[in-house]
Every structure is written in structure tokens, then in C-alpha cells.
């Protein structure tokens, strides 16, 4: 089997929302994936357990990956190397000139190697890291390259786990869960969900809000994403694509960008809850379950989980000036 190792701190526990599930008159629990590690946080550490597993079993003493500027799982790629005592290096979408803050900061103070590029460069992100990794490769380093938000077959494997974790946590608690939201940017937490919940022939729908692109190109993502799973599986998976739940409009701007409303609405959920989201995934896909909830596309639904997968270090200075009291 898969070489598989311990980072994160499992399981992480879930909670119901009391005050909001009595202001929308449903039952909305949160699972607390932002708690798995504070350096090594969110749930992009529950795919390096498998991601970082597969690179150790190669005798890889360095660690490439890419992502947005403020890139949660470049954050905690770093941490992880820093931790297993490997080299990092990151590829970062934005500008080197841009302030130096939230996870760009993090990058910095745990030693990543960091190459900034252009989003036109960034379509040209896989060359990019295999031109990293062989010239580490001419100074005798053995590199390992983790594609985007380590969203691929063996990155989500680590939530195939998580899936495994809620159907335990439910027999504890006695709640059984019809619905388990999450925040889309890669699709590879989404793809993992999904497939854990078939193979355990789990009846509760998935459902995932896209925070950039939109619900057909998400679609296509997860479906390949659940076909590479089944290569390090045993389990085959028929999908049809408009079985892949994808709540589409919560994107706004686009990827990283917030408006007032979405930021309002994160405030809100912090003074009803004391629970932190953050403005590019977990932000929007709870404002996108608050007005599905409201809109009534929910109530066939009892009891509805929601991933909180992190990215509290992520806030900029942009989103941080449209929290007007
Ligand atoms: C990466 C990320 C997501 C999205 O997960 P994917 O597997 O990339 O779809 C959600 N929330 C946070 C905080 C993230 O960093």
C-alpha cells in the first residue's frame, strides 16, 4: 500500500452551528479542517500526508509546487519541508513586488526557494517546476514536483481518508449527515469527498462551491481527478458528470478577489459563531450554502456538514479594507 505520513492533527473534530442553524432553520454542523496544524494547516495537509509519503518512498529531498500568491498549500508544502528537513520550492502566480504578508510572509520566514511569474507564465506552470527540478537535480538534489493544490490522484486520497473520518464521527454522534459542502479550487478535496462517500456507498450528496472558473470546467476537473484515484485503488468509480454537484455563482470577482458583501457576510458568521473563514475559498463557498439555504435549494437536506478547510492566513490587505463596521 501507500506510504502514508502522519501530519495532521486527525480527526478534527465537528461542530454544530447553533445560531445559524436557528437563523436559517436548518441543521449546519462545521467540520474543523482549519485545525489540522497551525504552520501545517487547512486541508492541503491531508493530501501531503500522501503527496510528501509518495515523495520520502523516493528518496526526494526537495519539494516543488506552485499556486497564487497567497497559496495556502505552497504555505504548507514549506512548512512541511521545513519540518522533514527538506528544501522547498515554490512557484507563485503574482508579483514580487506585491507586499510581503499572510502566507507570501510564512514562505519566507520557513526558507521557501520562491520564483514568481506572471499568470500568462503560469499556464506554463508544469514546465516551469520541471525546469526547477532539473536544475536542482544538477546541484545533486532529487526533487519531487506537487501539481497545483496537490489536487491529483494520490493528493486526494487524502480525502477519501476524510470521508472515512465523518462516517465514524457520525456513528459517535449519532447524526447522519445528507449533505457535506466544501470550497472548490482545484477540485482534488471535492474529488476525495466524492469518491469516499461511493465506495462506502454513502448516501449524502456532495456538494462543492466553486470559488473561481465555473460548475462544466469543475465538472471535467473532478472527473479525471476520480479516475486517477481509482489507479491507486481498488475500486472503480462510474460517474456522470452532472452527478458532480457543483453550486456555480459564488465566485464573484474571481479567484482571490473579494467584494463588501462577501466580506460582510464573513463577518457576520465570525460574530455568530467566533469561527474565522477566510475570503478566497471557505468565505465564499459559506456565503454560497447561506443563500442556497435561504433560496430553499437545500430543503430536502436535514442535516448539512460544512468543510471549513482553512486559509485564515490568507487575508490581504485588499479584502482586510472592506470590513467596514
Ligand atoms: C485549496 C483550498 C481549498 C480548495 O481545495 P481544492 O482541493 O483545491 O479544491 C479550499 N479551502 C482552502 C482554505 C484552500 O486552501
Not at 479567484?255 to 471557505?282: N, W
Request: hydrophobic fraction near 35%; include cysteine.
Amino acid at each position: 500500500m501507500l506510504k502514508r505520513i502522519k501530519l495532521a492533527n486527525l480527526p478534527t473534530k465537528i461542530e454544530k452551528l447553533d445560531r445559524l442553524s436557528s437563523e436559517l432553520g436548518k441543521n449546519v454542523y462545521i467540520k474543523r479542517d482549519d485545525q489540522t496544524g497551525i504552520e501545517l494547516s487547512g486541508n492541503k495537509i491531508r493530501k501531503l500526508e500522501f503527496s510528501v509519503g509518495e515523495a520520502l518512498e523516493n528518496n526526494c529531498d526537495y519539494l516543488i509546487t506552485c499556486g497564487g500568491i497567497q497559496s495556502n498549500h505552497a504555505r504548507a508544502t514549506a512548512a512541511v519541508a521545513a519540518k522533514l528537513g527538506l528544501g522547498s520550492y515554490l512557484v507563485l502566480r503574482g508579483d514580487e513586488n506585491e507586499e510581503i504578508e499572510g502566507n507570501l510572509f510564512l514562505d519566507k520566514l520557513l526558507g521557501a526557494n520562491i520564483k514568481f511569474i506572471t499568470s500568462e507564465e503560469y499556464k506554463n506552470r508544469t514546465k516551469i517546476m520541471d525546469e526547477i527540478r532539473m536544475q536542482l537535480s544538477k546541484k545533486g538534489h532529487k526533487a519531487y514536483i506537487i501539481p497545483e493544490g496537490a489536487s491529483n490522484g494520490i493528493g486526494s486520497l487524502g480525502y477519501v481518508n476524510a470521508m472515512d473520518e465523518i462516517l465514524e464521527q457520525e456513528k459517535q454522534l449519532g447524526i447522519k449527515f445528507d449533505a457535506i459542502v466544501v470550497a472548490v479550487g482545484s477540485g482534488g478535496t471535492y474529488a476525495g469527498l466524492y469518491y469516499g462517500n461511493y465506495i462506502n456507498s454513502n448516501l449524502a450528496k456532495i456538494y462543492g462551491v466553486n470559488v473561481c472558473n465555473n460548475k462544466e470546467h469543475f465538472q471535467e476537473v473532478v472527473r479525471n481527478l476520480l479516475e486517477e484515484i481509482t489507479t491507486y485503488t481498488d475500486k472503480q468509480i462510474v460517474v456522470n458528470k452532472e452527478e458532480i454537484n457543483i453550486i456555480d455563482g459564488y465566485q464573484g470577482l474571481g479567484y482571490a478577489l473579494s467584494q463588501t458583501e462577501e466580506i460582510q457576510f464573513i463577518h457576520h458568521f465570525a460574530k455568530l459563531e467566533g469561527i474565522i473563514l477566510d475570503p478566497v475559498y471557505t468565505g465564499k463557498a459559506m456565503y454560497g450554502l447561506f443563500n442556497e439555504i435561504n433560496k430553499g435549494s437545500f430543503n430536502m437536506h436535514e442535516n448539512v456538514l460544512f468543510i471549513h478547510t482553512g486559509g485564515i492566513f490568507g487575508w490581504n490587505k485588499a479584502q482586510r479594507a472592506l470590513l467596514c463596521n
